[in-house]
């Protein structure tokens, strides 16, 4: 068929989304594009609703992927506000939430992930928020006003950068974290205690162990319209605050693929060209599970190089184009002064060497599994991240002493490993 008589529908206008329409059109595809997200903002970018966007040092227009007006005049339809309730493969159809059908020869489902909530009495008074949209931090942005004590539960990356912003601003924030460590999820016991302490030197409390059994107002009551007072955690102790932001991870939107028979997993199951368990049906993103070729894992990422590189895949099978080569995963942190870049991913390491002068940064952590690099995060060193990058490309093996050694310059580690890769 020519492409002219072809429709992708591509489901969820976010990050993932607006660069596969972007990678439809520069690969040359003629057809139509229907781009269909339930928000109301033509796509954005998430990452500065924890940074820049949340201090108020840029505006909602700094956020956008393009300039709105751009995707017109690429041909693609931009359709917001319009939330998809499902997918009839048997006719090629997309139902609408307001009744509209869309037919499809193929469709990307990038639907991202949205926010798990706190399941526990008292998590809808008012003042407890969450962090996933650009309404989310509109709804927020009064809480962090000078003097105003944020609880902040969750010590991952959203919560710390949350935290940092709020000091910032001069709000008085507390982390409040389940687990023994903060970022347990995604780093080492070292990067952990890295962040916890360069948190409460900059005045950020951070209370670990502490599992929340419910959020209380001011009469104790759990009752509609009140406002959020206090934390009770298990052992007993009540934290005080002005307002909660609860930062405990994401779900993948996962159920209208789920919901016609696509294969599911932690998320939409799909292969190296993003296509699910339907040839014609595409998944991209944070609601995407993959295959990884670094290690040799089915994995759901959550990151923007992540969406946009399966974007792009999904758009080079669409057109019928050469697939991208496989890159190695990355993700980056903004928190105070902290510039932190991570390249590959943790897990199978067995050692990991920090390196590392007199001052708190910069300073590097590289993970090896039988002597090959296969992740580090680089705190304020971009020429770490850089070299890392390109050494986890080839599965390279630097020399564990050079590496520690902060007067070797890092891209003479590098030739080395290289040289021997
Ligand atoms: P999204 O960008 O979430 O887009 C999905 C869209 O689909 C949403 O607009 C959603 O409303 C819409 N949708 C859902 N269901 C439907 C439906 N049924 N019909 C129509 N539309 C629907 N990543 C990094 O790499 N670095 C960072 O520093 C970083 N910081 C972050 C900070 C914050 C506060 C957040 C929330 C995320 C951050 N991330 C960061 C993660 C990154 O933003 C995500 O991985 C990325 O946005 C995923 O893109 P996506 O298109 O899959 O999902």
């Known amino acids: 068929m020519s492409d002219s008589k072809q429709t992708v529908i591509i489901l969820g206008a976010g990050q993932a989304g607006g660069q596969c329409a972007a990678s439809l059109r520069r690969n040359g595809f003629g057809g139509r594009i229907l781009l269909a997200g339930e928000e109301r903002h033509p796509p954005y970018q998430r990452p500065p609703l924890s940074k820049a966007y949340l201090s108020g040092e840029i505006d909602e227009s700094r956020l ?56 526990v009495p008292g998590a809808d008074l008012e003042g407890v928020r969450y962090l996933r949209s650009i309404a989310d931090v509109d709804a927020l942005k009064s809480d962090f006003a000078p003097g105003r004590r944020i609880a902040i539960i969750g010590g991952g990356y959203i919560g710390l950068e949350a935290a940092s912003v709020a000091l910032k601003l001069g709000a008085k924030p507390v982390v409040i974290e389940a687990m023994d460590r903060l970022l347990a999820r995604v780093a080492v016991p070292q990067m952990s205690e890295f962040y916890r302490q360069a948190h409460e030197a900059r005045g950020v409390p951070i209370r670990l162990d502490s599992q929340v059994a419910a959020l209380k107002a001011e009469s104790g009551l759990f009752s509609e319209g009140k406002t959020v007072t206090g934390i009770e955690l298990t052992s007993g102790e009540t934290i005080a605050c002005d307002s909660a932001l609860v930062g405990i991870g994401v779900i993948p939107n996962q159920e209208l693929a789920a919901e016609c028979g696509l294969e599911t997993g932690n998320g939409i199951s799909v292969d190296e060209a993003c296509r699910t368990s339907d040839p014609d049906i595409y998944a991209i993103g944070d609601c995407a599970e993959q295959h990884n070729w670094l290690t040799d894992k089915r994995l759901r990422l959550e990151s923007v190089p992540n ?65 090959v690099l296969i992740a580090a995060d680089c705190i304020n060193d971009p020429p770490s991240f850089m070299a890392a990058k390109m050494m986890i490309q080839k599965r390279a093996k630097p020399d564990p002493v050079a590496l520690a050694d902060s007067a070797v310059a890092m891209k003479d580690v590098m030739k080395a490993a290289l040289a021997g890769a």
């Open 307 to 371: 969406a946009l590189d399966q974007a792009k895949r999904a758009a080079a099978a669409i057109c019928g184009t050469a697939q991208p080569k496989p890159e190695v995963p990355w993700f980056w942190s903004d928190q105070f002064d902290l510039k932190l870049q991570t390249a590959g991913l943790i897990g199978a390491h067995d050692t990991t060497i920090i390196r590392t002068g007199e001052a708190e940064t910069p300073r590097s952590f590289f993970h090896l599994a039988d002597g």
């Open 64 to 119: 956008w992927l393009q300039p709105p007006e751009t995707w017109a005049e690429q041909s693609v339809e931009l359709r917001l506000s319009s939330r998809a309730s499902a997918i009839d493969r048997a006719n090629r159809i997309v139902r609408f939430e307001d009744g509209r059908e869309e037919a499809f020869t193929h469709l990307v489902i990038a639907t991202g992930s949205r926010v798990r909530t706190l399941p």
